[in-house]
């Protein structure tokens, strides 16, 4: 595919395959695919591919054999328990956490990482909440990558640890929150030690890109009203916003779902300038929420969030943590699916939509659940009663169980 990473703010193409940002400005850098040998055609034509990230290959940025584990071709629930719960016209779900790794990291993850071997490196590395250190270092371990990941010291949930150490990434804690993290990570890729795979590289957003086309796909290109996304660093929802531009501008699909954004209370930059219709927004310096995935008070992309809630009509909204955990708890007590809190945030930011007036019950509403329960049991075990415990006889168990 043919493309040009440019400055999202200012226009400026970039040639450098190592930047992170734009060296005119500082502003953050995009794709711009190619799209005119897909003119004429329409979205249908792709699905003699199986459902994944690569049925959209003409839509992402990499010319090779790419690093894959089969992403993407997540459930799209139907969730009508919780659309009654709600009291909501329809309500569905797209489920991240039946990706590889447990989270819609592993679709920017399969475009990062088949970039780095595209440009021959041999190191990765990024900083984590926890789900992208998991996901590059499967990736890693499939390309045959060194990888390094830096977390933030004591708040990264138990699985996405476990699952960075156990694919062989080189696990380092630093004193300090993501934000310290990613700055660190930034000054080792400019000095050459690693690739930087968080998503200020231009190419995660384009895999992510994918999440949004599959939900689309799924519906048989019937839009929702509303597509509603947990927000931490915001490159996600920028990235469903690139994607229905794309097809948009093919004449794929006439309108935009309203992009709506959901941030944790603790840590909401940019809800506060979404409620001044501000294009900028200012860092919370000590960000706290037990939805650690979105743990985040400078989001890197948080701009183009921004403008991708205002321009398709959407809202950002914050929640609670307690929220966050009973819209969780009700999810997976309703509909059987469980989610990592950060994800619940997405249903949790709806159900207070819809109960403040500011969205219609009317909605078609697709929320997405980014990760999967398992990604994070202590918060799961902190929140449910005691474990039962008898002598092993029948009787004893069903006393205990209260018959
Ligand atoms: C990364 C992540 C998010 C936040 O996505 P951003 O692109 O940073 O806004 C939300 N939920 C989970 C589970 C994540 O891993
Ligand atoms: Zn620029």
């Not at 089969?70 to 919780?82: A, F, V």
Request: hydrophobic share 40%; proline share 5%.
């Amino acid at each position: 595919m043919t493309y040009k990473v440019k400055c999202w703010e200012c226009g400026n193409e970039i040639t450098d395959n190592y930047l992170d940002a734009c060296p005119r400005c500082n502003g953050s850098l995009t794709i711009e695919m190619d799209l005119s040998h897909l003119e004429g055609t329409k979205p249908e034509d792709l699905r003699s591919r199986p459902l994944g990230v690569w049925r959209y290959s003409h839509f992402l940025p990499i010319n090779s054999d790419p690093v894959t584990l089969q992403e993407g071709g997540t459930p799209l629930y139907d969730c009508d328990k919780l659309a009654d719960e709600y009291n909501v016209r329809e309500l569905q779900v797209k489920f991240e956490g039946a990706n590889p790794t447990g989270s819609f990291k592993d679709r920017g993850m399969t475009v990062g990482v088949s970039r780095a071997v595209e440009l021959g490196c041999k190191v990765v590395g990024c900083a984590s909440t926890g789900n992208t250190s998991a996901s590059l270092a499967a990736y890693a371990a499939k390309a045959g990558l060194k990888c390094v990941v830096l977390l933030p010291s004591g708040k990264v949930a138990l699985g996405k640890l476990a699952q960075a150490m156990f694919f062989g990434a080189k696990v380092v804690t630093v004193d300090g929150n993501f934000d310290d993290a990613l700055r660190v990570v930034r000054e080792l890729s400019h000095s050459g030690d690693l690739y930087m795979l968080n998503s200020v590289n231009p190419f995660r957003p384009e895999g992510q890109k994918t999440l949004a086309f599959e939900i689309l796909d799924q519906m048989d290109f019937k839009l929702p009203d509303r597509i509603v996304y947990p927000v931490g660093n915001a490159a996600n929802i920028w990235a469903a916003y690139k994607a229905l531009k794309e097809w948009q501008s093919l004449g794929w699909i006439d309108e935009l779902p309203m992009l709506t954004g959901v941030q944790a209370g603790g840590s909401a930059p940019l809800v506060n300038s979404f409620a001044h219709g501000q294009e900028d927004f200012k860092a919370v310096e000590n960000p706290e929420t037990v939805a650690t995935a979105i743990r985040i008070g400078n989001p890197a992309s948080g701009r183009k969030a921004l403008k991708a809630v205002y321009d398709t009509g959407g809202v950002m909204t914050a929640v609670s943590d307690r929220e966050i955990i009973e819209a969780q708890f009700l999810f997976g007590r309703k509909e059987g699916v469980g989610c990592e809190p950060a994800s619940a945030a997405s249903l949790a930011g709806v159900k207070k939509l819809l109960d403040e007036g500011k969205i219609s019950r009317k909605e078609r509403i697709v929320c997405v659940c980014t990760g999967h329960v398992l990604k994070d049991p202590d918060t799961v075990i902190a929140n449910c009663g005691q474990v039962l415990k008898t002598p092993a006889t029948a009787d004893a168990v069903r006393k205990a169980i209260g018959g």
